[in-house]
């Protein structure tokens, strides 16, 4: 009889462990589409005892996970996205950059007037053409200039959001070491991974689960970010003389400046953006508009005006190259009438043209980027680097992503949920459950007609 | 490697994706007809498209400049031809006012004729261009070149080249100091001399100045002459720059169109290949339906 009632608890246990494979199935069924879910298993072990007795017994839920695995997703995954905020923002300038009519044409255009007043130095109607070509070409270095610094700004703004957001996504993730801590959930740990990936995607650095179970996040560089549960905060402060963010690692009474060591993820990118691509770009625009106001100066100085006089400059001479593109105007004198235009020999006559056509040969001539290129190279050439910056983003865009899809696949491989493979574990188990639940019944026949045959 | 269904799903819509967005991009090739619109497409390829246009409007330029020339030069060629005309009337005039057979009345008469003649060719002289300017006024361009009483020079030596290329200068003027004594005889007091000679029934004068006229005849021709190779050169610039503009044309096409056969084939392809995805996603999301039938 003892034996009888052993079964019954065999049969009970059974019961219990199958269940827990239903309940694992459904679950894992359930969050089939749930981001960062790892699917999980119910390992059954027999228990060891006298032959007729034993039974199943199911251990806690297990996720299937590597966390090799998962950093290695976490490079990839902050490489990709450092990639892509790169051509975005790259696609975003050179989209301004080249939109409506371009710097070089503008430059171009204005050197055609000069070769077309060469052929009518007295014509008002040419030299009134020069004139408008010069403002055309100073509103266009302007809306350039504009646009490089609206996508600064923008790069900035975007800047200061995400180190906002990566300081919550650090905090989460040390909530999330306390709850692996406090209860090894496997759902925790998921968690824990998404954040941290999360997390690598905006800041890029790495992440490693040390052998007291705890995840530390540490920014490129060796800035600690998270360690355990203890979050530090990222925060943006304004550079007093740019007014750009610097970003520090903040972490009671201690800050360091990160803002040079980020080297992946969105904020890499951004950064990268703000403080190398805009800037050059910018640093060449200048350099352009303060190469053609003192390359055209000089030559239209020297020259003379309708009236013979000399001296007279055709853009206001830039006061330094720095701001150089922000600050070109056309000269007032010779924007309010262009009798000003100064395309006469000194001492000829207003007939004279060649002062229009020394203006007109500095279209060929190396005046540009310290003497080594013409003024529409130089233009053509700082969208261009823009231009190849970003066919070179579309690349690693291109190769980020096909990493990151292999290992998407590889983690799908070992962790991701089937629903056919999770039906048909749940079928197994429900079988498995029924004929335990059958097994217990027919013990309770037997001890039933024991207990009426005493 | 085990695959679920979820990444088969996933593989195949990106795949479409993929697909559609080949679709889009080749489409956009065939209707903007530019295999390159952005320098990030094919940077070289853009810089060198960018080099090209900015040569056409350099060129654009230059062939506006020496149009403009050519139509000096052809004005020019024009009142060079009056005056030329002018003078070989007055030579016959001065022929015959200096042959003993014309009687002095003759002479007077004549001497009305060239004072005639002598006032037309200072206002030929005196021709502006289409955009006010003094043909032959050289630098002075503002200014009546030949005084109209007595027809003297008051413009200077300097003559205007104009662009032909973007590194190249042709002149495309002449200045009247050529019709002066510095290249010959002075024109037009020649004509101002004779005049008052067969008014004054000067015979030995207007004999003399038959001599003068011929060199004046003479270097208007030479005058022309010049004009005439002036304007020679600008038709070899506008030939030259016919085949730059062909030649930068085919550059840019080269470089950033697209090639229209090879465009719509490609958008063939790509259309045929984001319909076979989509209905490989299609058939995996129904194989992986287990309501589906089949």
Known sequence: MSDLMSLLGLGSAGIAAQNSGVAVASNNVANA??????????????????????????????????????????????????????????????????????????????????????????????????????????????DKATAITDAQHAANSRIVDNAAQATLLAKQLADANKAVARTGDPVAADRR???????????????????????????????????????????????PTTGLAKVEVVDGNSRRDVTGAIDSGKLAAD????????????????????DLATSMNTVHSANAALDGTTGHAMFVAPAAVTGAAA??????????????????????????????????????????????????DAAIEMIGAVGTEGAAAQGDVARDTMVSDHLAGLRDSLAGVDTQEELTNLARFEHASSAMTKFVSTIDGMLSSLIENL | MRITDHRLVDMSTAAASTNQSRVA?????????????????????????????????????????FETGHDHLVATDGTLSQISDI????????????????????????????????????????????????????????????????????????????????????????AGSSLTAANGVDVFATLDRLATALSTNDVATVRSLVGDLDTATSQLASTRSQTGSMMAVIEQARTAHGELVTHLATTISNAVEADTAVAASELAKATQALEVSRAVSSHIVSMLNPTSSG
């Open chain 1, 271 to 290: 950064l990268t953006f703000r403080d190398v691509t805009a800037t050059r770009a910018m640093s060449q625009l200048d350099q352009l508009a303060y």
């Open chain 2, 87 to 174: 003078v070989m009337r007055v030579r016959a005039l001065a022929i015959q006012g200096a042959s003993d057979s014309t009687s002095a009345d003759g002479r007077a008469s004549m001497s009305t004729e060239v004072r005639g003649l002598f006032s037309a060719a200072v206002v030929a002289g005196n021709t502006r261009s289409a955009d006010g300017e003094y043909l032959l006024a050289g630098a002075s361009s503002l200014t009546e070149p030949f005084d109209p009483a007595t027809g003297a020079y008051r413009g200077d030596a300097t003559t205007r080249a104009v662009t032909t290329d973007a590194t190249t200068t042709q002149l495309a003027s002449v």
């Open chain 2, 25 to 65: 991009d080749i489409s956009e090739e065939v209707s903007s007809g530019l295999r390159v619109s952005r320098p990030s497409q094919d940077p070289s390829a853009w810089l060198a498209a960018q080099r090209a246009r900015v040569r056409a409007t350099l060129a654009d330029g230059t062939a506006q400049a």
């Open chain 1, 327 to 376: 600050a070109l105007a056309v000269d007032p004198t010779l924007a309010a009438d262009s009798a000003n235009l100064a395309v006469a020999a000194p001492g000829t006559g207003p007939g004279d043209n060649k002062g229009a056509l020394a203006l007109f040969a500095l279209a060929n001539q190396n005046v540009a980027s310290g003497g080594t290129k013409t003024l529409t």
């Open chain 1, 193 to 239: 991974d998404l954040l941290a990936k999360q997390l690598s995607d905006l800041t890029g650095g790495s992440a490693r689960i040390d052998r007291d179970g705890q995840l530390r996040f540490v920014l490129s560089g060796g800035a600690v970010l998270v360690d355990g549960t203890h979050a530090a905060s990222l925060q943006t402060t304004p550079d």
């Open chain 1, 33 to 142: 589409n749930t981001e960062g879910y790892s699917r999980q298993r119910v390992d059954l072990e027999s228990v060891l005892g006298p032959p007729l007795e034993g039974g199943v017994r199911a251990g806690d839920a297990q996720r299937y996970a590597s966390n090799l695995l998962a950093s290695r997703i976490r490079t990839a995954s902050g490489s990709l996205q450092m990639s892509q905020a790169s051509a975005d923002a790259l696609s975003d300038l050179e989209a301004s950059l080249t939109s409506g009519a371009t710097i070089d044409g503008k430059i171009a255009a204005l050197f055609s007037r000069l070769s077309q007043v060469a052929a009518t130095p007295t014509d008002s109607v040419a030299r009134d053409a020069v004139v408008n070509a010069a403002n055309e070409t100073v509103t266009n270095i302007h």
